[in-house]
Structure formats: structure tokens, C-alpha cells
T-cell receptor
Framework: SQQGEEDPQALSIQEGENATMNCSYKTSINNLQWYRQNSGRGLVHLILIRSNEREKHSGRLRVTLDTSKKSSSLLITASRAADTASYFCATDAAGGYQKVTFGTGTKLQVIP | EAGVAQSPRYKIIEKRQSVAFWCNPISGHATLYWYQQILGQGPKLLIQFQNNGVVDDSQLPKDRFSAERLKGVDSTLKIQPAKLEDSAVYLC??????????????????FGSGTRLTVV
């Protein structure tokens, strides 16, 4: 079953604008990860945020995590056409062994 | 560092035929995962290995799907017989996490390029 739900399902922006994607999940987590998938390709790990962290940056990416609301957001600043892809959040449920469950994804289109 | 290798890249078979996919994870990665991704959906975990043992196969349709990881390295996923609804991309991923190990579990996965299966 899918743990995370991304919102919006699809997003279209102009190059240079910022893109924000949201993820909501249901159970307590150990960490939350964001992945990118270009059409027809494998997934690429972008960033991981631990449950005790609230914000993390990596280049043009900014991720926030609110464990009280069970939600996360991914912000891509100054978007480029090459950022066009599907973005998935994935949660590693707390306890037990590492088991990452993926959400439904947000399809981002950046128009040059 | 070499990535996760998968083959074949594409496969078209008729329903009721069998098919096998191969995955070679990153050297030294203890944990290997097979995911199924149906068009328009997120990846769904089929099976998780740690070394050559199965950790989780709760979502593997065991009447038709099987997987093994010999010697804790390469892995194969087989479907026999295939159904139309098995059409999907099959993704292999690996991570260095060991259960009970000293490494923190905060590692992302490294994915292969996937095998796109079409069942006609």
C-alpha cells in the first residue's frame, strides 16, 4: 500500500520559477526521502530528512518535515527545464528494519 | 562506483509465458529490493533481501512470482505464468543497510534503470 500521498499530482511552471510539492503520510517515520524519476528511467535519490530534523537543503532543493502534521514539502528553486520529471516522497517507517514505501508522485513540467 | 545493473532493459512476452529479470547491486550493499511500478503509480515493494535471506515478501504474489539472491550478491526475479496486469517497470535497488549493524539506517536507495515488461 502507498504510505505517502503527493500533492499536486501534476504541476506546470515556467523556467526560473519555484516549484513546491507536498507529501503527507500516515504512520510514524524514521526518515523521509525524496526521489526524482525521469521518463522511462530509474529513480534517483535526492535528499533524506530524519524524523528529528525540520529542514534540510541540498543545492536548489529545500525539504521541510513536520512530524506533528505528518507532512513534508520539497521546494525546487529557480527551476530549469532539466528538472522536468516525476518526484516521489518515500517514508521509512519507524521501528523494525528499513522498509521504504513510496507515494504516488508529482509530475513536474518546467516550460523553457 | 558502479551503479545497480539490471537486464534486460525491455521485454515483451505473451500472457502465460515466463520471464526472468536480473539485478547486480552495488558491491558491498547488503540489502536488495525489487519494486514493481505500474504506469502512473509509485513503486511498490515486492521483496526485500538482506544478504541472501528474505526480509519482507509480504506483497509478492507468490503463486506466480519468485525471487532469489544467491550468495548475497546478484538477484533474479521470475514471473511464471505472466498475466496482462504484470505489465510494469521492475526496479531493483540496493542500500548498505544491515539489520542489527552499526551503520545508521539513514541511507537512500540506489536504483537501477529498470526492466520494462509488456505482457500481451
Amino acid at each position: 500500500s502507498q504510505q505517502g500521498e503527493e500533492d499536486p499530482q501534476a504541476l506546470s511552471i515556467q523556467e526560473g520559477e519555484n516549484a513546491t510539492m507536498n507529501c503527507s503520510y500516515k504512520t510514524s517515520i524514521n526518515n523521509l526521502q525524496w526521489y526524482r524519476q525521469n521518463s522511462g528511467r530509474g529513480l534517483v535519490h535526492l535528499i533524506l530528512i530524519r524524523s528529528n530534523e525540520r529542514e534540510k537543503h541540498s543545492g536548489r532543493l529545500r525539504v521541510t518535515l513536520d512530524t506533528s502534521k505528518k507532512s513534508s514539502s520539497l521546494l525546487i528553486t529557480a527551476s530549469r527545464a532539466a528538472d522536468t520529471a516525476s518526484y516521489f516522497c518515500a517514508t521509512d517507517a519507524a521501528g523494525g528494519y528499513q522498509k521504504v514505501t513510496f507515494g504516488t508522485g508529482t509530475k513536474l513540467q518546467v516550460i523553457p | 562506483e558502479a551503479g545497480v545493473a539490471q537486464s534486460p532493459r525491455y521485454k515483451i512476452i505473451e500472457k502465460r509465458q515466463s520471464v526472468a529479470f536480473w539485478c547486480n547491486p552495488i558491491s558491498g550493499h547488503a540489502t536488495l529490493y525489487w519494486y514493481q511500478q505500474i504506469l502512473g503509480q509509485g513503486p511498490k515493494l515486492l521483496i526485500q533481501f538482506q544478504n541472501n535471506g528474505v526480509v519482507d515478501d509480504s506483497q509478492l504474489p507468490k503463486d506466480r512470482f519468485s525471487a532469489e539472491r544467491l550468495k548475497g550478491v546478484d538477484s533474479t526475479l521470475k514471473i511464471q505464468p505472466a498475466k496482462l496486469e504484470d505489465s510494469a517497470v521492475y526496479l531493483c535497488a540496493s542500500s548498505p543497510i544491515r539489520r542489527g549493524g552499526l551503520q545508521p539506517r539513514n541511507y537512500g536507495y540506489t536504483f537501477g534503470s529498470g526492466t520494462r515488461l509488456t505482457v500481451v
